[in-house]
């Protein structure tokens, strides 16, 4: 630019224009007095027009002004999302967001039978060797066996793994499932594989923004792109508003789970890989739930929980069907503008248990067995679950997340150290209940030693040495024994070492042969009498025996079919063996029974208030419960169910 100079300062020509006509022939100290002047107005101009620059408003063309600033953080975003979408194309499109898929009927069928529907999702291999899992095919196919056990139809179970492990095949899958569903219908989805936070892999992906086009981090750029967004730009901000929202979306999906493909690490970087979100995962229960059908999730990955489903899952509102999601007759194919709102559950919706293998940033991991010198993995959590949905068809939520804290608690070496966390929106759904009955293994493990196991058998000692056989027709791949691994022969014989408390132990023997099927063995129960000897000559002995097995309708418990032999067989050893009393005797003649069948509330509490009453400092009472029980998480809390219970229990 020319210059004007004006003694020692020099000034840009275009001041000059804006002097006043007054100041020609002044001398050159009231020259330089005018002249300070107006540079400080020009400066005053130059900050007031670089504000508003700043603020997306141009004193001469603000929606120019604003679309030139846009334009620039448009280029920063793209820069950003390309490394994103080296990673995956699902890092920035959402799977099911505006597919064309089927839409749930108008009306429930009367007198329908639910049927169970399962979408399983092995990702053993995303590509480098690095990645590969040796679990989640194998947990797959347990999963599919087990739900066939529990009643599914073969061709209602889609097990994904190998080349099917992708994002299409997934769509297929769960397009499928959609146009066979009805009212009450129960679907469980179960993913398997790798994961990492999305956040993480944006952060390893992108890095702190020194090479972006103007050095800033993608947070600074997020910021900038909302502050523009949020205010009253004249200019047409629709490219922005979209890579902001694509961006904020995969950010905001909380975990990334890796399925199979061709992925590659280079430099240290993931690359080329196919992905599925928390978010996808989300929408895909949101779908299954507004067809009216009950959805049990099965996430064993690492960083399960950050997934957090339930979190997503937008609140009922007044429409019942989400404006992005249409119908037709084949797969819908993802459209080329999506839109990234979620879609909206219906008043109606089925409920949703969600089962993390891991919380937060703790690991999961995979549980070997070793069959004839070779490794066989499982996922540690997809196998406990499968064992504690076969352990009780009717289980609710609840009850398996009681389940899945007794095996846990079984493990008392603590092998295997892993936490789960279970989220539901009814802890009473029960998972199953209502569909076809399956075929149960609860009769193919039989126990050697100790012999006559009927009832609950007394031992002396602290220690014993179960011994057994698993009588199949395919081989055992693995026994476990109280959650141990059982030492194992190619005959199906097992052997393990257990430690006995005093009193009454249940011990579990649960069975794994090579096709997939678990085996069940009704609970063992042994009585170790070691700390009832220091009882003996001293005061009176009293057995408060309750067995509860008929359980009224209203109560929702099922009927039991062990507990009442189980009890007159423990009355019998600790009446003759030690002089136990299970009736009171008053002075009048009167008999007050202690061995209650089919115990209402009120009975159990007037036993437990009489024998109160009636027991003194020097006396011994023993108290055995057979019959269903509930646990609260809350409180940490446990109690019996008496026959006749009313909820809230």
Known sequence: MRRLVTGDKALPLSVRRMMPVGTVGLGVEAMRHAVARWAAVLFVMQFLSAGAAHAGVSPLNGAEAAASRAARIVEELEFFNARLAAVAEGTLRPLFHGRSMPLPAESCAIGHTPRIFGLLIGASDPGPRTMRLAGPDNDVRLLASTLETLGAAKEDIFPLVGDEAGREAIVEAAWTILSRLECNDKVFVHYGGTALVSKTVARDMIGDGRDSPRERSLDEVLSSAREMLGGRAEADLSALRSLTDATQWYLDSGITLFLNGSGEIVDGKPQAFEVLTGDDVAELVTLFRNHRADVTLVLDTCYASTADVLGRHIAVSDAFWSVDVGTGNVPGTAPDEIDLKRSRLSRDAGELAVFYSSIDENPSIEASFDVDGEKVKYGLFTFRVAQALLENREATVRDISAGLNRIAAADAERRWRQAHRIEATNADMRVFAGAADGAQR????????????????????????????????????????????????????????????????????????????????????????????????EGRRFALIIANRTYLPETGFSSLQTPVADAEALRSVLAARYGFETELRFSQGEGFPLFLVDATKDRIEDALYTLGQVAGENDTVLIYYAGHGVYDERTLNAAWVPVDATRPY
Request: proline share 6%; charged share 25%.
């Open 442 to 537: 609860t009769n193919t493990i039989r126990i050697i030693s100790p012999s006559d196991t009927r009832g609950a058998r007394v031992v002396e000692v602290p220690q014993l040495e179960i011994v057994g056989v698993v009588d199949w027709h395919a081989p055992a791949r693995a026994v476990l024994v109280e959650g141990q691994p059982a030492a194992l022969s190619r005959d199906g014989r097992f052997s393990a070492k257990i430690n006995l408390r005093a009193g009454v132990n249940t011990i579990s023997v649960t069975g794994l042969t090579a096709d997939n099927e678990i085996h069940l063995m009704p609970p063992l129960e042994l009585v170790y009498d070691g700390d009832l000897k220091k009882f003996e000559n």
